[in-house]
């Protein structure tokens, strides 16, 4: 076996420079929530691969579902008609929020997902925009980059694809200076309805595309009523709305999807990421009196619908729906007060949000003026390296913490990541 050295090395001769490296760290193999490197070093994990691995890694139920498909087929086309996307399919439609949406078209990642929801709402609207948050992160492909919110990934790409911006519900940062929510009336919605008003007016934009709970743009959750006031304003002018779960699905806040926790159902709903615990697979599945419109042909993926994903897909998904969500609320709220507990303690935790094992801690210089602690965060995260444990950076200015562990991470190792980020902000906050 090669050593992590020679890894790195050939990684840095032959892989292209815009990969980028948090730490000089080779995972070798991983079971449940603990990762081994190919020095033979365990971590406990708390970042999943980027939020995949939902249902542990070496996951028995996905790796025998997998491994039982691999001896039929690997893959076929979506020109014929295929027993595991259409069992997949059925399973998917009754799992979906309010079980309401009943198509789906697959393809292979998230961007490809959301890709494919934007094309589908413009082909049953008729209309050119589309509308996204602040913060909002939804892929690298180009119409998914152009409704991303964030400019730091754009840079030089423009111009881009129709897309017109409204403020995001982040309440410890109100993009519209108010201290709470719901004090300020939904200012940030009242401030959406005059972003369909002012800009290319409400006849001109298709959809919403909107995460549940942006991950990427610092793990902020909405308060809970801010999807029905925002339904109302998309109702008003016809406007659909597509939940971008890629992150926020899959169990990770306790329900399957993140916008169950806001009691509002969209038209078109996309995943990735956990559901195929680690195998490429996109799902777009929207509401059946969408359909009408399409036309066969009208979309195609070649891999999409992979039949190796389709079979861990359904694992996972009934792994899911057998008793771990109720863990992940359990263990998500220890989790939090565990968080919580420490920002008590320093000054340099702002907040500390989340829902179920979808956790932030966002760092800042000083609490009453927010200075976001870019420094110190990335030394947070590379000094948890140092200690075994494997978590995220996110924010728009890179000062947010991301926990996105396994949703199979055990309560021993809660512990020890708490005690281990009580060591590392005691250094940091030392010097
Ligand atoms: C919310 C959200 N949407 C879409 C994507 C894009 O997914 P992918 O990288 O699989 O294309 C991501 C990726 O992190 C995401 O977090």
Not at 274 to 299: C, F, K, M, Q, W
């Amino acid at each position: 076996m090669k050593s992590s050295k020679e890894i790195i090395d050939l990684s840095e001769r032959y892989l292209s420079r815009m990969y980028k490296h948090y730490y000089p760290f080779v995972p070798d193999r991983a079971i449940d929530d603990t990762v081994y490197s190919i020095d033979g070093d365990a971590y406990i994990d708390l970042y999943a691969g980027v939020s995949i691995v939902n249902v542990g890694w070496s996951n028995q139920r996905v790796i025998r579902a997998v491994e039982a498909q691999m001896h039929k087929l690997f893959h076929t086309s979506s020109l014929y008609y295929l027993e595991y996307t259409a069992k997949l399919a059925k399973k998917l439609s009754e799992l979906s929020p309010g079980g309401a949406l009943t198509k789906t078209f697959f393809t292979n990642s998230g961007s490809e997902a959301n890709e494919t929801a934007i094309s589908l709402v413009k082909r049953v609207k008729k209309r050119p925009y589309i509308m996204a948050l602040h913060r909002s992160f939804h892929g690298r492909t180009f119409y998914a980059m152009s409704a991303l919110g964030q400019s730091n990934w754009k840079v030089g790409l423009g111009p881009f694809a129709p897309v017109v911006f409204a403020p995001d519900p982040y309440c410890y940062r109100c993009p519209l200076g108010h201290k709470s929510c719901p004090e300020c009336g939904f200012a940030c919605v009242k401030y959406m309805e005059d972003v369909i008003k002012c800009e290319v007016g409400g006849d001109s934009i298709s959809a919403l595309l909107a995460e549940p709970m942006l991950a990427n743009g610092g793990m902020i959750v909405p308060p809970f009523d801010y999807f029905k006031e925002v339904k109302q304003v998309l109702d008003k002018y016809s406007i659909l709305f597509i939940a971008d779960e890629v992150q926020s699905g899959n169990g990770r806040t306790g329900k399957l999807w993140g916008i169950e926790h806001y009691g509002v159902i969209p038209d078109v709903m996309t995943t990735s990421k956990a559901i195929a615990n680690g195998l490429p697979l996109g799902v777009t599945i929207y509401r059946e009196e969408l359909d009408s419109t399409l036309r066969p042909g009208e979309h195609y993926s070649t891999l999409g619908g992979n039949a190796l994903a389709c079979a861990a897909a359904e694992a996972v998904l009934e792994e899911l729906t057998s008793g771990l969500m109720d863990k992940v609320k359990e263990n998500g709220s220890y989790f939090k007060r565990r968080l919580e507990s420490l920002k008590d303690k320093y000054e340099i935790i702002g907040d500390v949000r989340g829902i179920g094992l979808f956790l932030g801690i966002e760092l800042v210089k000083e609490r009453s003026a927010k200075l976001p602690a870019k420094e110190e965060a990335v030394r947070f995260l590379q000094e948890a390296w140092k200690k075994k444990i494997l978590v995220g950076l996110g924010g728009l200015e890179g000062n947010v913490i991301r926990i996105e562990p396994p949703l199979v991470l055990t309560r021993e190792h809660i512990d020890i990541a708490a005690d281990r980020f009580d060591e590392i902000l005691k250094n940091i906050t030392a010097q």
